[in-house]
């Protein structure tokens, strides 16, 4: 699972920062999350291949977190993207592009999705034999979800050895992998487990940004591999976060520890700050496994 940070701090685009985005690698399959302003030019830095996003999940309508995407519509356009684009974000998400590519006659000559969202409980909104996406409902000034991503589990694995000794022939090695075991000629059975391995374990990745402090988040989130809570603001500025809808990085920690989850990445930093290295100090008081997102910053877990 790798997670490239393509922008990471609030609020308006700056030289030496970005708006929120991020590309999530997992399974060989690569997810476009949020997509700020800039967002195809930080792909472009990050040698990403525009072709391989096929999935785009918008957490909101606030402009640092979705004012890229128009963009990248139309660039996928002029490149002659053949791929269909699935677009996942707040109901009227589509009004929003759609008026941009009709006024500007702009029409892509590639299947073009929209998968709106409306409800406020959790919901499955992608799937394929891989991976499952939810949305994790936050709560923040106007209707936003975070996603989870999660790893199905995969086919067990054959014991080469023990497939050898016992003499199976490898056109059964398929059924192994699906669990089942093996009924022989002269009617004795070879359990699955004496001939496979276990499959891989799964990994799983939560994206929630932008919220206030949250706990009804974390029956979802729990024991994920990786989660990405923003904290906008330090301790100092705590009387900020409920009338901005925003979180510190102390309560991004609480979350983590309180999820059990086995890492968190904080981002979402407010450009008041010039260093962001209070944030994990802050951090770091409560929650020992915590990384600092940063522009161009490639996490592998
Ligand atoms: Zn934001
Ligand atoms: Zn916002």
């Given at each position: 699972m790798k997670v490239s940070i393509l922008g990471c701090y609030s609020a308006t685009p700056r030289t030496i920062t970005n708006p929120t985005s991020q590309v999530l690698e997992i399974n060989n399959?690569?997810?476009?999350?949020?997509?700020?302003?800039?967002?195809?030019?930080?792909?472009?830095?990050?040698?990403?291949k525009f072709s391989r996003i096929n999935q785009i999940f918008i957490s909101h309508l606030h402009g640092d977190h979705f004012f890229g995407l128009i963009g990248l519509i139309s660039t996928f356009s002029?490149?002659?993207?053949?791929?269909d684009l699935h677009i996942y974000g707040p109901k009227g998400?589509?009004?929003?592009?759609?008026?941009?590519?009709?006024?500007?006659?702009?029409?892509?000559?590639?299947?073009?999705?929209?998968?709106e969202l409306e409800s406020n409980e959790?919901?499955?909104?992608?799937?394929?034999?891989?991976?499952?996406?939810?949305t994790i409902p936050l709560k923040h000034r106007v209707y936003t979800n975070g996603f989870l991503f999660k790893e199905k589990p995969g086919l067990r694995r054959i014991n080469i050895d023990a497939a050898t000794e016992k003499n199976i022939d490898v056109c059964y090695?398929?059924?192994?992998?699906?669990?089942?075991?093996?009924?022989?000629?002269?009617g004795t059975v070879i359990?699955?487990?004496?001939?496979?391995?276990?499959?891989?374990?799964?990994?799983?990745?939560?994206?929630?940004?932008?919220?206030?402090?949250?706990?009804?988040?974390?029956?979802l989130i729990e024991n994920v591999d990786v989660l990405y809570h923003e904290?906008?603001?330090?301790?100092?500025?705590?009387?900020?976060?409920?009338?901005t809808g925003h979180s510190t990085a102390i309560q991004a920690a609480t979350i983590?520890?309180?999820?059990?989850v086995k890492n968190l990445i904080l981002g979402h930093y407010s450009t008041r700050y010039s260093d962001i290295d209070l944030f994990k100090k802050e951090a770091d008081t409560v929650f020992e496994s915590t990384f600092l997102a940063d522009d161009g910053l490639v996490f592998k877990f």
């Open positions: 399959q690569m997810y476009l999350i949020d997509c700020g302003e800039g967002t195809q030019v930080q792909l472009r830095k990050h040698k990403i002029l490149l002659n993207r053949p791929n998400i589509k009004d929003i592009i759609l008026l941009q590519i009709k006024l500007s006659k702009s029409y892509t000559k590639y299947n073009l999705f929209f998968h959790s919901e499955l909104i992608f799937e394929d034999d891989k991976i499952a996406v939810y090695f398929n059924k192994l992998k699906q669990g089942s075991d093996l009924k022989q000629e002269d359990e699955n487990e004496t001939v496979t391995f276990d499959p891989l374990p799964t990994q799983s990745y939560a994206f929630c940004s932008d919220t206030v402090y949250n706990e009804e988040i974390i029956p904290s906008t603001f330090l301790e100092q500025d705590i009387e900020k976060c409920i009338p983590a520890k309180k999820a059990n």
